[in-house]
């Protein structure tokens, strides 16, 4: 199996680090909240130019998810929140395969679906900075439900 | 059918010649050949296609670096579609793609928040301190 790691790299233990790593951030994403917070760092190209790309508000949602608070994690980021369960599951299964050589099952997906959902992204990070509504709703923090 | 080695006469569904043994039928083809795998609309089990480094993708798309993400989404689509047609080495080459701007995007996401930390750090960026 296609591996980036040195044999003298042990894979439990990059796997162990890793996950350690996440779960510093995770617990750092649960007691500070991005959005007031300056313990995480901004993202250059809103810093630089004010626009939002597609993962704009992805962190914030993630804070709202570790509180429970899905409406207003839908609201910052709805992309994020939509496709989190999937890369939480290939991420499990990535190190599953690192630690045991065997990931979890998945579906196949056809070239055509992840084309698709790359186009989506891009979209996704045009349509939201056009200030214009229905777009507007998209950006960060705007579409709250009533 | 006659026997390619020894011309003796055999029966057509004959597996082996019966005057010098030789076989007969066609041989299964050796490994390697490019044979589709028969994946549409499959769930595989684990560890048994090439990786596409599809969610590394996706989270390099969306928090560190949009430009190099792209790429390896796009690399990510290669592959499953040379898996789908049954080019395996081109799946292989795409894998590698993949991964390079996955490594490319992480890269420079790290570069950035290097950056930033320093200019918090010489006093450029309001940083921990003034963002009350």
């Known amino acids: 199996m296609e591996t980036f790691l040195t044999p003298s ?9 890793l996950f350690l790593a996440a779960g510093f951030g995770v617990v750092l994403l649960r007691l500070f909240d991005p959005a007031t917070s300056g313990v995480f760092p901004p993202c250059p190209l809103h810093y630089l130019t004010g626009l939002y790309c597609p993962g704009c508000g992805s962190l914030r949602a993630m804070h709202q998810l570790l509180h429970g608070n899905l409406r207003e994690a839908w609201a910052l980021n709805p992309m ?34 992840i084309r698709a959902l790359g186009v989506a992204i891009v979209l996704f990070g045009i349509v939201r900075n056009i200030p214009v509504h229905p777009f507007d709703l998209l950006a960060p923090g705007v579409l709250l439900p009533l | 059918m006659f026997c390619p080695q020894c011309g003796a006469s055999n029966a057509d ?120």
């Not at chain 2, 490019?34 to 996706?58: D, K, R, S």
């Open chain 1, 9 to 17: 790299i042990r894979r439990r233990d990059l796997v162990a680090v």
């Open chain 1, 80 to 113: 994020s929140v939509m496709l989190l369960p999937f890369v939480v599951y290939g991420l499990t299964s990535e190190a599953l395969l690192q630690l045991r050589g065997c990931g979890l099952p998945h579906f196949f997906l056809p070239a055509v679906w």
């Open chain 2, 13 to 132: 569904t004959a597996a082996i010649c019966t005057q010098c043994g030789r076989q007969l039928q066609a041989v299964v083809p050796p490994a390697g050949s490019p044979t589709p795998l028969p994946v549409q609309g499959v769930v595989l089990p684990p560890g048994t296609t090439v990786p596409n480094y599809l969610v590394f993708a996706i989270l390099a798309t969306v928090f560190c670096c949009l430009p190099a993400g792209i790429p390896a989404i796009v690399f990510a689509a290669q592959v499953n579609g040379k898996v789908q047609i049954g080019d395996i080495a081109g799946a292989q080459a795409a894998s590698n793609n993949a991964k390079m701007w996955c490594w490319i995007s992480f890269g420079v996401g790290l570069a950035a928040i290097g950056v930033w930390v320093l200019l918090v750090m010489i006093g450029v960026v309001s940083g921990i301190h003034n963002n009350r």
